[in-house]
């Protein structure tokens, strides 16, 4: 009988005679040391060394009869209880003692040290399998040092296998009880409680967008951030450009949210751990530097390489040597499975007043009255249906969980443990509200809604929503191309199952006025700045040494998720189109922005980009743009200019784009213009000569064409994209253009709404139509039809 095989004799085939963690980690130790990946040396025990040992004294029957009871009505927690008592008082084997005690001492040897502090972590022979997760369903010990704490720790590892939570996941997933066995992994310890720890998924864990990689890193051991009790960091890395090795010159990071950490777990006694506070320093910095990312990156997407799935790791990183290491890896259970056609979409269309917000689990809405609990032991007073709130969940928690119509937890993020199982059981879950508990009472009517976005809303009543569902494999093929408006950066993965031929435009004003939130001024000359803006814009780029870098950052990285989310077909990204009255009302915005009688058609777009009153602004947004394509390597990106009235106007601000790096055909840069003022129409050969596209903004077009303002009610009937001098000039466009050999589409929403409209692009051989996601799948059937019958 093989009682003990060490990790490097392992591999992914021998998940039934270790179980899949500890396969796993041999797979990683034998199949990935080539790509770099690092695993800390170890040995785990067979299913047949548990079997031996559920075969003594008679062990297995012992087990069998108090499981039994649960089929005559016993109490769980009662039956649990009790299994694990007869485990924990059965000896050991005395053969698999003495093979622990040589195993643990030639891993002494190895690692040069007496007595190694090493992890003794649990692993079901049918555990990380893509059917069925069995993540932290068993017990892990820490920090264990010496033969007789190891063999305790193993003991307390089999009776693991028998917690409440454990024995009702199985039941209800369809496992034989005493069928799954029970593998113990021996492993060296990462010191990361002096470090840093979390986990690292190979796709986006909310959409399945299988185009990056998502880490959670908090500060000291790992489980703060798997169970949940502090708000992580998160990292979001371009997966394509991590592929290789090749590398850019900058670590592909579409996103850095440095998460509040207000502890860490840290080494206790006897292979524990315990909770304590982190500094502020701690809390303000980022746990990981874009070196480390980068090795992370890399290694993730060797590892889903190697396995093809997606895969969820957990990382440990050594805080005496900076070492990194993986420490588990198992496929990815949740959106990896979805492979259903069908794009279900929730829209909420009735009103309420907000309660909490937080991080949005899912993409669904639920509503029932709130059910506050401090501890899984209050189970019995749960209503099936109510909304869970509580400050945080751990295993323990998931028989009540799955009995939920939504989840609220004041802690935890996108990894934490609340998240994954909402995620698993399909309930809507918003996490990291910080204060659910405190504001939302029991028995009070609340809506849980994760279809507005990254941002999770806690409305109070019953809040009406529609549901959509869109058979996405019965969309039609077409010439025109169909592209997407985008504009949240937070929202833009979640579309990426729509089969886009890009984005078509992609506005950086949301960007800016939602993620920046600060005048790019006000940060080039903050003496300009009255005391009050001055003290909210020095808060706001707290951590910026160079204050105009934050908006640079924060720019670069709402445009390089918009660029990432449809990779490697092109992103359109308008610059900056603020009115001044818009531009006013950023922080710090007044000092800079003129009083103007008609801000429509005032100092707006082009006209700004050369302006002494701009031009330093501007330069902040070439910066971030040119990030995106040369640093992160986002070549997909095309810049297009707007409200560009003149020839010469555009041959300025090229020049300024020029200067900062963006000239156009330098790495394969275009250039777009929009075509929405006559100018654009009439001197269609000009623009052609300076630009590689067009996009006709229809509202704009329209206004200007007919003298009609297009925010007037009065008005409204006279405003019609459809009007001959409309229609006759984006025909002029197409034909000027095409014979300049330049691409023309439209970004407006009249095509969402018009299926006469869209029939008349067609037949005018517009090249492409961008529309709102929501009306993507009719546009695209329009154009199908209108291609059909031309």
Known sequence: MRRIIPFSGLGRADVALVGGKNASLGELTTALAAAGVRVPEGFATTADAYREFLGTTGLRQRVADR???????APLPEVGS???????????????????????????????????????????TAEDLPEASFAGQQETFLNVRGVPALLDACRRCYASLFTDRAIDYRRRLGFDQLEVALSVGVQLMVRSDLGSAGVAFTLDTETGHPGVVLVSAAWGLGETVVGGQVDPDEYLLAKPLLGDGAGTARTPLLRAAVGAKRCKAVYAEHGLTRLVDTTAAERAARVLDDADLDVLGRWAVAVERHYGCPMDLEWAKDGRTGELFLVQARPETVQSRRHDPVLRRYRITGTGRRLVDGLAVGQAAGRGPVCALASPGEIARFPDGAVLVAAVTDPDWEPLMKRASAIVTDHGGRTSHAAIVSRELGVPAVVGTGRATAVLTDGQEVTVSCAEGEEGHVYAGRVDWEETETDLAALPATRTRVLLNLA?????????????????????EFVVAHQVRVHPMALVHPERLDPEDRRAVDALTDGYPDRTEYFVDRLAQGVAQLAASHWPAPVVVRTSDFKTNEYARLLGGRPFEPVEANPMIGWRGASRYYDAG??????????????????????????????????DEADRVLAELAAHGLARGRNGLKVYVMAEIPSNIVLAEEFAARFDGFSVGSNDLTQLTLGVDRDSDRLSDLFDEADPAVTRSIEHLVTAAHAAGRPVGLCGQRPSSDPEFTRFLVHCGIDSVSVAPDSFAAVKQCIAEAEGGS
């Open 614 to 647: 701009y031009r330093e602004g501007f330069a902040l947004e070439c910066r971030a743009l040119r990030r995106v394509r040369d640093e992160i390597g986002l070549t997909n990106l095309v810049v297009m200019i707007p409200f560009c009235r003149t020839p």
């Open 67 to 73: 499981l039994d009871r649960l089929q005559h009505g």
């Open 488 to 508: 949240d950066p937070a929202a833009a993965f979640r579309w990426w199952r729509l089969p886009a031929d890009g984005v078509g435009l992609a506005r950086t």
């Open 82 to 124: 009790a299994v694990r008592a007869a485990l924990l008082a059965a000896p050991l084997p005395p053969q698999l003692e003495a093979e622990l005690a040589d195993a643990y001492r030639a891993l002494a040897h190895s690692a040069g040290r007496t007595d190694p502090d090493v992890a003794v972590r649990s692993s079901a």
